[in-house]
């Protein structure tokens, strides 16, 4: 029988964006069903128009092309500038961008959950999100969660 | 048999206790065992006086009522502001309180366990954690964790 | 049958690095087998030079020797200023440092692994790593992990 993965995430920002959806891609290319049950911040994953951002602030393990004090991490303009810097160094990298990786995710069947609480919660319309989501609670994921091999959360 | 859910909570602001005890409380009501190990900034979820708050910097991914530069964001005062504002969005959306909550695990027999070595580290009073807890390692969770069918570290 | 317990560590600060070392030291201890995988931010944990610093900003939940306002921590200096007072605290109270908890876990065979993509993606040298790792990518991991018993996305 197939192996299961399970994530639920619930991060919102371009450098925590990779993990899911790479392991959720590599996952379903080995033959894993798999399911992401987006909740929170997580909820960004699923807009139309993604517009994630790198943080840094808060961050000190980011390698960055240089070295910058917090204090000046914190200055306006400064978060978009490093996001521009990362996804030119993703790109140069032959990295996907994440619109590419979750389409990829979509085409390898891999089920998408938007969590409806949040949804709820900040009155988000559903026409932002893309087309195809199942709109659940907890206690649906929790019974994937229950028979999964592999259960994470990100 | 019962599923068994084990939960490692390590984080202890006011958006981060959301998942933990909504996940352990919705578990409990399908029926699962469920253990959450609390540990390092976690502890936090046990303290008899909650004072938990939003964390927006390095946190682009939050949807806020509006949005704010990071620069403002790091402005004093600031951080309690949106405290109160999303205490208040989560009231008027019927969202139960992180004391809810909690009460409402205890009461499903989740069974709260707080991390002794942080406990030690910090030099904690014990009389400022709610009663009932259990005070455990990270090697007694471990062996919860091992027979678990969902762990998840938070 | 030896259980098997797979870490997926993805931060770099001096507070996160403890969780994934306390978790495999403990679990190799108990007679797991243990695979860490690290990626992103989290192959900092593996450099031969060790230069992890706490972060304040954005973790309110922080219990720190005095409590200081989100402006303050921004100022320049404080970041390490608080990486010394942490790392203080933990020697006063006879908590190993990173580097003692991961030779232990060298010792003890826990097996760490280096993220190939992010190790290309950052440009990062092998020299600037300790000896012995192993590169590999998700694939690789996820097929331990797929048979662990337990696997934590740190």
Redo the contacts between chains.
């Keep these: 029988m197939d192996?299961k993965?399970?994530i639920?995430a619930?991060?919102?920002?371009l450098?925590?964006a990779?993990?899911p959806f790479?392991?959720a891609s590599?996952?379903a290319?080995?033959g894993?069903e798999v399911r992401m049950f987006c909740?929170?911040?997580?909820?960004?994953l699923l807009k139309k128009k993604l517009d994630?951002?790198v943080?840094?602030?808060?961050?000190?393990?980011?390698?960055m092309p240089m070295p910058m004090?917090?204090?000046l991490?914190?200055?306006?303009g400064?978060?978009g500038m490093m996001t521009v810097m990362m996804k030119k160094?993703?790109k140069g990298?032959g990295?996907a961008s994440i619109e590419e990786l979750r389409s990829l995710c979509i085409e390898a069947d891999v089920k998408l959950l938007a969590c409806q609480?949040t949804v709820?919660?900040?009155d988000?319309p559903r026409e932002a999100f893309i087309d195809g989501l199942d709109y659940v609670?907890?206690?649906s994921f929790?019974?994937f969660?229950?028979e999964?091999?592999?259960?994470?959360?990100?």
């Design positions: 192996k993965l399970g639920i619930t991060k919102g920002t450098d925590w990779y993990p790479i392991l590599t996952a290319a080995l894993y909740t929170f911040y997580g909820l960004e994630l951002k943080t840094s602030v808060g961050n000190p393990g980011m390698p004090p917090v204090m991490q914190a200055l306006p400064m978060q160094r993703m990298k990295v609480m709820d919660l900040f988000m609670g907890a206690a929790l019974e969660a229950g999964s091999d592999v259960c994470l959360f990100i």
